[in-house]
């Protein structure tokens, strides 16, 4: 934490931001955190600059200016950061795989799919994935993100016939199982101080 950003480990199961299901979410309680700690009355400015599934864990960074919000803002949709994963996947993986893909999203159903190329607002993802282990029928395996669609490590795993454990929406999990998917390391330059930061 300092005077332009705050970096925190999101739980799984909770939402990044207010929703339709009226849950408590991630940027209240750190709204909250920070008008506490330094008596901040009244509305608290945090600037919400990338996002991680609902069901999914993991590292995230919020700014806590608006000039550290558009400058984060345009190194993610840049794609400038380092973001990896740590996943577990159905199905032994021999090898490294570079997955590309073009993914569409349906605004009724917010799911998301693998088209072709040419379809109308049809996005490029792109992922690395690398096994750690593989046993039992599982592949435990670190996923590096070169593009930052919706969906796009479960999608595109799923595709691949990799889908990710315990994923309800893409991989047949089933209830009560959590998806086996957390964020873990975001590489960052600041800012505002143009360091290289890496929250892991």
Known sequence: EDNHLLAVVKPPNLPVQADSSGDEDLLSIMKRYIGNKYQKPGNVYLGLVHRLDRPVGGVMVLARTSKAAARLSAAFASHAQDKR????????????????DHLLKDGRTGMVRVVGPDTPGAKLARLRTRPLAVRGGLT?????????????IRVQHAHAGFPLWGDARYGGGKPGQQIALWGAHLGMVHPTKKEEMHFT
Not at 85 to 99: F, K, R
């Open 85 to 100: 994963y740590l996943a577990v996947l159905q199905g032994d993986m021999p090898g490294e795989l570079i997955l590309e």
């Open 140 to 152: 435990f395996a670190e996923v590096t993100l070169y593009t930052g669609r919706a969906h796009q």
